[in-house]
T-cell receptor, first 111, second 115 residues
Framework: GEDVEQSLFLSVREGDSSVINCTYT??????LYWYKQEPGAGLQLLTY?????DMKQDQRLTVLLNKKDKHLSLRIADTQTGDSAIYFC???????????FGTGTRLTIIP | SQTIHQWPATLVQPVGSPLSLECTVE??????LYWYRQAAGRGLQLLFY??????ISSEVPQNLSASRPQDRQFILSSKKLLLSDSGFYLC??????????????FGPGTRLTVL
């Protein structure tokens, strides 16, 4: 079955850039997402990218997709304390009613 | 606008007791509905999903069950809880034809502790 992997923890100094990585196995993935989960809450969609794109930028967020290596990354510029959260990548293909989520990366900001 | 509700927010139950968690969605029709469990260090595990009333797909064999008695109501149940059922349970909904394909909207979650 499909598999999505992330490292569990990342610590970054306030003001630096954070880069969260994700690898997936399903070569038919069409849509890839980044969700954010703040403590004790549900997940919220942060950004997404289509498989025919290499990069997407949205304010402080940059998503890079290497389809050949099945590698997705999320870069957060000028990381702030409010960025502390668990970040999940997820993938699906068109017509699939399910998303496959990664294990989540807990981002900790060091003052 | 659409909203999703889950209750209770927290629950402490003894081993062997029954379970009923409820999720309701407002402001949309015929959504896909999902139950996930989040255990420490194990990410988000899809338990059940439903594409319509009475239609339930089970993703992992376990002592849990789900039902969808109404279009916007999704219930997660168990007859006898196990210690391993402890976790954070999340309900979500989506409409596949939304602008962002299968964007899922999550409820606030239920923290279940089985003692």
């Amino acid at each position: 079955g499909e598999d999505v992997e992330q490292s569990l923890f990342l610590s970054v100094r306030e003001g630096d850039s954070s880069v969260i990585n994700c690898t997936y196995t399903d070569s038919s993935s069409t849509y890839l997402y980044w969700y954010k989960q703040e403590p004790g809450a549900g997940l919220q969609l942060l950004t997404y990218i289509f498989s025919n794109m290499d990069m997407k930028q949205d304010q402080r967020l940059t998503v890079l997709l290497n389809k050949k290596d099945k590698h997705l990354s999320l870069r957060i510029a000028d990381t702030q304390t409010g960025d502390s959260a668990i970040y999940f990548c997820a993938e699906t293909s068109f017509g699939n009613e399910k998303l496959t989520f990664g294990t989540g990366t807990r981002l900790t900001i060091i003052p | 606008s659409q909203t999703i509700h889950q209750w209770p927010a927290t629950l402490v139950q003894p081993v062997g007791s029954p379970l009923s968690l409820e999720c309701t969605v407002e402001g949309t029709s015929n959504p896909n509905l999902y139950w996930y469990r989040q255990a420490a260090g194990r990410g988000l595990q899809l338990l059940f999903y439903s594409v319509g009333i009475g239609q339930i797909s089970s993703e992992v064999p376990q002592n849990l069950s789900a039902s969808r008695p109404q279009d916007r109501q999704f219930i997660l149940s168990s007859k006898k809880l196990l210690l391993s059922d402890s976790g954070f349970y999340l309900c979500a909904w989506s409409i596949l034809t939304n602008t962002i394909y299968n964007e899922q909207f999550f409820g606030p979650g239920t923290r279940l502790t089985v003692l």
